[in-house]
């Protein structure tokens, strides 16, 4: 079964967003990536109206919980990966796609979903042997603190 249509979900809500790398390679190589990557979801945030709740860069994708509009999110998901995309490819001489599928989107139902996706985006580094505690990681991000409990 493919993915539900992005009309398909409510115009405005909690959304977990994901987005992993062609071939599942890495998408950010550095420090200076990641921050690049940042600078431009900073924007996508700043233009779209979105609230972030949690965020979490891993090594070849990302995820991120926002509230906002959904037409909104889809249109700050495009230039936010679209964007770092060619800026990655051109400061590493390549070309072609970085970012694998479309992003994947999941709504979030109520606050005990919204607990657990948290938590879940949190655990992720942990879960990838990328470290043994949430705070270890430098690129997780929350509004509601590192505590993932």
């Given at each position: 079964?493919?993915?539900?249509?992005?009309?398909?979900?409510?115009?405005?809500?909690?959304?977990?967003?994901?987005?992993?790398?062609?071939?599942?390679?890495?998408?950010?190589?550095?420090?200076?990536?990641?921050?690049?990557?940042?600078?431009?979801?900073?924007?996508?945030?700043?233009?779209?109206?979105?609230?972030?709740?949690?965020?979490?860069?891993?090594?070849?994708?990302?995820?991120?919980?926002?509230?906002?509009?959904?037409?909104?999110?889809?249109?700050?998901?495009?230039?936010?990966?679209g964007?770092?995309?060619?800026?990655?490819?051109?400061?590493?001489?390549?070309?072609?796609?970085?970012?694998?599928?479309?992003?994947?989107?999941?709504?979030?139902?109520?606050?005990?979903?919204?607990?657990?996706?948290?938590?879940?985006?949190?655990?992720?580094?942990?879960?990838?042997?990328?470290c043994?505690?949430?705070?270890?990681?430098?690129?997780?991000?929350?509004r509601?603190?590192?505590?993932?409990?």
């Amino acid at each position: 079964m493919g993915r539900l249509p992005r009309k398909s979900f409510p115009p405005y809500g909690i959304f977990h967003i994901t987005t992993r790398g062609v071939e599942r390679r890495d998408v950010y190589l550095d420090r200076a990536d990641r921050l690049a990557f940042l600078g431009q979801l900073l924007r996508a945030v700043d233009e779209n109206g979105w609230d972030v709740y949690a965020a979490c860069l891993m090594t070849n994708h990302y995820h991120l919980v926002v509230e906002g509009a959904r037409d909104l999110i889809s249109r700050g998901m495009h230039r936010l990966n679209g964007v770092y995309a060619q800026g990655f490819n051109h400061k590493y001489d390549r070309s072609g796609h970085l970012w694998g599928d479309r992003f994947a989107l999941w709504q979030v139902r109520d606050d005990e979903h919204l607990h657990a996706t948290c938590r879940y985006v949190l655990l992720n580094p942990i879960r990838a042997g990328l470290c043994r505690r949430v705070g270890d990681w430098e690129w997780t991000w929350s509004r509601f603190g590192l505590d993932p409990s």
